[in-house]
C-alpha cells in the first residue's frame, strides 16, 4: 500500500483517471457488497481522529517457534515460545501441540508460566484434559504483547522462509490448521473472533494463490479467495485479490481467556509473578511448567536466536460501519470495534516500547492516500 500515494499518477498512465476523478465512467459494480449486502465504506483517516498509538514486541525466531520438552532432573519444561508475528494465529495450535507433550509425563498438575495467548490457551486446554493448572505471569492481559496484536489469522509470518526445515514445516502445518479448526469454536461478540473478508492490494500483479513458502500449504482456509476486476472494487490499486479470513479481538478474546481459566480452576489459578531465573522457575511445586514467556524465554532460558520485531499500531476512532480489512505494500487497515488498527511497522532488534512519530506519520499518510482515493 505505500504505493498507494503513486495513485493519481497510476491513474494517469493507466488511463483510468476519469473513474478516479468521478468523470462519468462508472464501474459496473463500484464496490462490492460486503456480507450484510452493503458497500464498503471509506475510513476516515486523519489526526484528529486517532485514539492510541501501541508499542508490542514481536518475540521472533528466524527459524520458528521452539516446540519441545526437556527435562531438569524430576521436572519437565515444555517450551511454546518465539511465534513472531503470528502468535494470535497459531496459538490453538502450538497449545494443543505441547498439550500433547505434557499428556506423554503421565503427570495431573501443570504450571503455564505466561498469560498471553500462548500460555492462555495451553492452559485451557489443559485444564479440559482434566489437569490442574496454575498459571504463572510477570503481567497479565491487557499488559501482554498479545494484546498488542493486529490481530488477524495469518500464521506465516511465524519465521523466516530460508531458516526453516521441512520438519518445522510439517510442526507449523498442523498447528496453523489446529488453530483454524479450534477458532471457529469461539466465533462471536463474547470471545470477538469473526470473519472478515480481507483485501490484498497491490501495484503489481498477484499470483492466483502463493505458489511458494509456507502459504502454498494453506490456501483452502481462506475461503472464496478470488482476483477482482477493477470494476469489482473501489480501491485506488489495480490488482486487488480478496479472501476471507479470521480476525480477533486482543483485548476482548484475552479477556474472557482468563475469565475461562479462572473459572474452571478457581480465582488462585492466576498468580502474577515474575521468573528472574531458570532455577527459580524449577523451584516450583508443579512436576510440569509450560514455557510460554514469549520474548521473555530469551532471559531465562539464553535463547540466541530469539528477538524483538517491534510494531505499532496507530488506532483511530471506531466506524462500525467499515467491516473488510485491506493489506498490501507494507500497510494494513483492521476494524474493530475497539477501533480501526491502522499499521504496520516491523524494526528488529529494537526493545524500546516508545512509539515513532515517524512510522507514524508514514503510516498515517499512506493510509490517508489510499483511502481517500477510494471510490
Ligand atoms: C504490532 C503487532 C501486530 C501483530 N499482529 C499479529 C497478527 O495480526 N496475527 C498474529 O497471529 N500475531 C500478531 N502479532 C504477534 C503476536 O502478538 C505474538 O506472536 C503473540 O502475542 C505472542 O504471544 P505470547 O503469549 O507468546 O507472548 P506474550 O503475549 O508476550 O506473553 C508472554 C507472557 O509471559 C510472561 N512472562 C514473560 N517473561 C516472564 C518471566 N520472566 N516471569 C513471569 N512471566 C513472564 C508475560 O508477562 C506474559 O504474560 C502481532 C504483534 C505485534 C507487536
Not at 31 to 52: A, D, K, Y
Not at 152 to 174: C, I, K, L, M
Not at 223 to 230: G, M, R
Request: with cysteine; charged share 20%; aromatic share 8%.
Amino acid at each position: 500500500m505505500h504505493e498507494m500515494v503513486n495513485r493519481r499518477t497510476w491513474l494517469k498512465t493507466a488511463g483510468l483517471a476519469a473513474v478516479g476523478a468521478g468523470l462519468g465512467v462508472h464501474c459496473a459494480s463500484p464496490l462490492e457488497p460486503n456480507p450484510n449486502g452493503t458497500q464498503l465504506r471509506r475510513v476516515h483517516v486523519s489526526r484528529n481522529r486517532i485514539i492510541r498509538t501501541t508499542v508490542g514486541l514481536r518475540p521472533t525466531r528466524p527459524s520458528g517457534f521452539v516446540l519441545r520438552s526437556e527435562t531438569f532432573g524430576d521436572k519437565t519444561i515444555i517450551h511454546n515460545f518465539g511465534h513472531g508475528g503470528s502468535g494470535m494465529s497459531l496459538s490453538w495450535g502450538t497449545a494443543h501441540l505441547a498439550m500433547e507433550l505434557a499428556l506423554e509425563t503421565g503427570a495431573s498438575q501443570v504450571a503455564v508460566v505466561g498469560a498471553g495467548v500462548v500460555g492462555l490457551s495451553t492452559a485451557r486446554l489443559l485444564q479440559q484434559k482434566g489437569y490442574q493448572v496454575t498459571v504463572y505471569a510477570k503481567d497479565l492481559p491487557p499488559r501482554t504483547t498479545s494484546n498488542m496484536s493486529a490481530a488477524y489469522f495469518g500464521p506465516t509470518g511465524a519465521s523466516q522462509p530460508d531458516h526453516t526445515t521441512p520438519e518445522f514445516e510439517n510442526v507449523w502445518h498442523r498447528a496453523t490448521r489446529l488453530s483454524h479448526r479450534y477458532f471457529q469454536d469461539y466465533l462471536g461478540d463474547e470471545y470477538g473472533v469473526r470473519w472478515v473478508p480481507y483485501y490484498l492490494v497491490s501495484h503489481s500483479q498477484n499470483p492466483p494463490s502463493p505458489q511458494r513458502g509456507l502459504g502454498r500449504l494453506i490456501t483452502d482456509l481462506y475461503p472464496e479467495t478470488a482476483q477482482l476486476d477493477p470494476s469489482e472494487h473501489p480501491f485506488p490499486t489495480p490488482y486487488v485479490r480478496r479472501r476471507w479470513t479470521l480476525q480477533f479481538e486482543p483485548s476482548v478474546y484475552l479477556n474472557a481467556l482468563l475469565r475461562d481459566v479462572r473459572l474452571a480452576s478457581g480465582p488462585r489459578s492466576v498468580v502474577v509473578r515474575e521468573f528472574t531465573n531458570l532455577d527459580e522457575l524449577l523451584m516450583l511445586d508443579e512436576p510440569v511448567i509450560m514455557n510460554c514467556t514469549g520474548l521473555g524465554a530469551k532471559p531465562l532460558f539464553g535463547d540466541e536466536e530469539l528477538h524483538p520485531v517491534k510494531g505499532q499500531l496507530t488506532v483511530l476512532l471506531p466506524q462500525p460501519e467499515v467491516n473488510y480489512a485491506v493489506v498490501g505494500g507494507g500497510l494494513h487497515m483492521l476494524p474493530r470495534r475497539d477501533g480501526i488498527i491502522l499499521g504496520s511497522t516491523r524494526e528488529a532488534n529494537d526493545w524500546t516500547l516508545e512509539p515513532s512519530e515517524k512510522q507514524m506519520e508514514r503510516v498515517m499518510n499512506g493510509n490517508a492516500e489510499f483511502f481517500d482515493a477510494m471510490t
